[in-house]
């Protein structure tokens, strides 16, 4: 098992990842995830223990799914994200809250994300919950999952990005 970095070390990684979704660099995105990891968004209202085996989810992508959702968000054919909206990601309130039996240490943090398209804005918030994990000396998601903390999506109507 790994010794736990510095927080600093954990609030830079999530910060970089909300500047690569916010850039749009879905590929650099990606390479953050170590192999075989899972990205879920369970449904708003859902509570945080809800589970993607039997409850409904926004989003409940393993390795080969996350890697098909870039894909396809890349492409002009992806009709949801072209053009692209513009997207800008807050993250606050990130604790490291130790390591798992597996070695994985867990982050949480809070977040907003904006999203602005077709001379509309909407808004997402939450909290992410990641498991991370080093690999060649760098940092890796092997599990995040995004919580909304909104009653419903009626504003939004759906979730097309990444929060």
Not at 47 to 73: G, P, T
Request: aromatic share 12%; proline share 2%.
């Amino acid at each position: 098992m790994s010794p736990l970095r510095p927080r600093a070390d954990y609030e830079d990684f999530l910060y970089h990842e909300a500047a690569l979704l916010d850039a749009w660099q879905l590929e650099q995105w990606l390479g953050l995830f170590a192999e075989g990891a899972r990205y879920e968004v369970p449904t708003a209202g859902n509570n945080e223990q809800a589970n993607s085996d039997h409850d409904l989810f926004y989003i409940a992508d393993d390795w080969f799914r996350l890697k098909h959702r870039v894909a396809r968000l890349m492409k002009k054919s992806g009709h949801s994200e072209y053009p692209r909206s513009n997207g800008l990601r807050l993250i606050s309130n990130v604790r490291v809250l130790g390591q798992d039996d597996n070695g994985d240490t867990r982050v949480t943090s809070a977040f907003i994300t904006y999203r602005s398209i077709n001379d509309q804005t909407q808004n997402y918030f939450g909290h992410h919950h990641y498991r991370l994990i080093e690999v060649d000396g760098a940092l890796r998601i092997r599990y995040k999952r995004s919580c909304l903390a909104m009653s419903s999506l009626r504003a939004q109507g759906r979730i097309s990005i990444i929060v």
